[in-house]
């Protein structure tokens, strides 16, 4: 085989769904870069011209119809480059999910993906329908004869294909069959949604396939959080025979992320430039990048104007104020002070030059304070020391603080149910009542700033809360966005030391001194969560094996015994209380605030986990543990 050197770039993009102006800007930008480099083949993420988000809309024709007419104005800018570009193709009342390749301004074919995700966070047999190994065929549109299927295509004498996204991830892959026609590049485009740690699995998918198939392989992702939940690295990777050539950083600010090089086609390729080395994944790194890109993108696509946030001075709150000062300190550095503002589209031209004139320190608390505006709303049964954590963090990171009592409120309340009762309430009869109006009444006060602000209310619910509904409706989940309820409480506890001692946030220290409580009844009762619930360890491994790996009552309970986490009784109230609590609660699952998906799985019923509002409750199941 003759020796062939081609530039080849992949790009990440920042896509919204049915967003046409700023897919195709992004789309448009991308290229551009692409021929400035003299790049020859430039691969783009999956369903980028409309989004991959856009759900039941792919069901609709005219939304194919629309992405066929921008398809045919990208065409126009591939003067002199093979650019790969992805859309919905509407055939014989089926969806396609398909790349398309344009070469200098012609349509070359349309490849359709053949596996669809159908777990965790995909329903895509929903909407596409899967196309077959080894078939072409043709169809028309607007007059003009196109191909689509699966179809090889060729580059300066190179042949290649595709893999769209879930193909690669099937033991029955597409590459199995494009390697004994003389395939030596195959092109991903994807739609793969972060969670920790995945990086390290899509990293080792794409050059062990490289090395398997004795190939060249680039793979490009979406980036940002694209539509709502769901947030995307935008990794880029390129790789040969084993080999990574090219990767990116991860979870950037940037609209468009391009990376190339120069890579050689022959019987032994020369192989110039060499990733070795990859740092360890460190998972507080990642959920701090995914967590502050996922509120910058949510906030600039809802055209709200900042964040609103009832800081309670207790670890969830103290989390969501930090990702907002890392919004502004990653954003800033990202794209550059001005980049940053320009982006917002917020600050006046004079607010811009006020805000640049000030040094990088003051800077960033001057962003947080126009960004973040945070109120502690206390009661007879607060505390000094969340009082102190609130207001300290607060006044660290530069966010605005405001204190107020609510015991008016509660009074009030309280005093209306008591005369229509004509009876007194008491904490020994109505505990949950009495704790339930005070989470509640914080709610209007916080919602009022939001409005003002034109800005979003925070909720701080954390996974574990949600499993098991420690939660007041309309109190304290109260909220335009729960950003932290894919997380769960161990895990957020342990990234506030690390961020204190390794971001340099010394407001959190006093947060880390103290034991997660609601605070809702009277102090000397010394409430705390764990005291209400169980040790958070432990709820978390009795929700893991529950519903990601789907063990029975009994199952667990013979885990979790075998691991001695307890003694055998304590355990066993742990779990009946668990379950009760998990089957209970399901309504209030349903009416939290949109969340981000953030681990490898989430309770959210409308994108990880569904179940019934109402059931069974686990009696049978958990009568035979209770039996055992």
């Known amino acids: 085989m003759k020796e062939t050197r081609l530039m080849l770039a992949a790009a990440a993009l920042n896509q919204t769904p049915m967003d046409w102006d700023n897919n195709l800007q992004n789309i448009k930008d991308a290229i551009t870069e692409a021929i400035n480099n003299k790049i020859q083949l430039l691969l ?78 995909h329903y895509e047999p929903r909407w596409f329908t899967p196309w077959p190994a080894n078939e072409v065929k043709q169809f028309e549109m607007q007059g003009q004869t196109y191909q689509i299927g699966d179809i090889i295509y060729e580059e300066q004498g190179v042949k290649y294909a595709f893999e769209i996204c879930e193909d690669a991830w099937r033991p029955n892959r597409p590459a199995e069959r494009h390697m004994p026609k003389g395939v030596q590049l195959i092109l991903n485009p994807s739609a793969s949604h972060f969670a920790l740690s995945k990086t390290d699995v899509r990293y080792r998918l794409v050059v062990d396939a490289s090395k398997k198939y004795q190939c060249a392989y680039m793979y490009a992702n979406l980036l940002g959080n694209e539509a709502g939940r769901v947030i995307y690295d935008g990794e880029v990777l390129i790789a040969q025979n084993g080999k990574l050539i090219r990767r990116n950083e991860l979870l950037c600010f940037k609209n468009v992320d391009l990376e190339y090089a120069e890579v050689c086609f022959s019987d032994k390729p020369e192989i110039a430039e060499v990733i070795d080395y990859l740092p360890p994944i460190d998972e507080n790194k990642e959920l701090i990048a995914a967590l502050s890109l996922g509120l910058f993108d949510y906030m600039r696509k809802s055209r709200s104007r900042g964040f609103v946030l009832s800081l309670s001075g207790g670890a969830d709150s103290s989390l969501c104020a930090v990702a907002v000062a890392e919004m502004v300190r990653r954003g800033v550095e990202s794209l550059g002070l001005l980049g940053f503002v320009a982006k917002l589209q ?44 609130a207001k300290q963090l607060a006044e660290s990171i530069g966010a605005k603080f405001y204190s107020w009592t609510i015991d008016n409120e509660v009074i009030g309340y309280t005093s209306k149910i008591e005369a229509a009762l004509e009876r007194p309430l008491t904490w020994e009869q109505d505990d949950i009542t009495l704790q339930n109006i005070q989470a509640r009444v914080r709610a209007p006060a916080i919602w009022m700033l939001a409005n003002i602000n034109n800005a979003l209310l925070l909720a701080t619910s954390n996974r574990s809360e949600a499993s098991v509904g420690y939660a007041t409706m309309d109190g304290d989940t109260a909220g335009s966005i729960s950003p932290i309820a894919g997380i769960d409480k161990s895990f957020i506890r342990q990234f ?44 978390n491994q009795i ?63 409308r994108s990880w986990l569904r179940f019934p509002i109402l059931s069974g409750g686990f009696k049978e199941e958990l009568a035979a543990l209770n039996q055992q």
């Open 543 to 605: 929700e893991r094996l529950a519903f990601y790996n789907r063990y029975s009552p009994k199952e667990v309970f013979a885990i979790l015994n075998e691991q001695k986490v307890a003694a055998p009784e304590q355990l066993q109230n742990w779990i009946n209380k668990f379950y009760t609590l998990w089957s209970r609660n399901q309504w209030k699952r349903e009416r939290y605030a949109p969340s981000f998906h953030l681990d490898d799985y989430n309770v959210d019923p």
């Open 496 to 539: 506030l030391i690390w961020a204190q001692q390794e971001l340099g946030y010394e407001g959190l220290q006093y947060v880390n001194n103290l034991q997660p409580t609601a605070e809702l009844r009277p102090s000397s009762e010394e409430q705390t969560d764990e005291k209400d619930l169980m040790p958070y360890p432990v709820l």
């Open 44 to 121: 783009l993420p999956e369903l980028c011209i409309t989004g991959y988000g856009c759900e039941d809309m792919f069901l609709s024709p005219w939304l194919s119809e629309v992405a066929f007419e921008k398809l045919l104005q990208v065409k126009e800018w591939c003067e002199n480059i093979t650019v790969a570009v992805s859309l919905p193709v509407f055939l014989e009342g089926k969806v396609y999910n398909t790349a398309c390749v344009i070469k200098n301004k012609e349509i070359k074919g349309f490849t359709a993906k053949q596996f669809l995700a159908n777990d965790g966070l």
């Open 346 to 389: 917020m600050f006046s031209i004079r607010d811009a030059a006020y805000i640049e004139d000030q040094s990088p320190e003051n800077a960033q608390k001057e962003l947080v304070n126009r960004l973040l505006t945070c109120a502690y709303q206390g009661t007879v049964n607060s505390s000094d020391d969340t009082f102190n954590s």
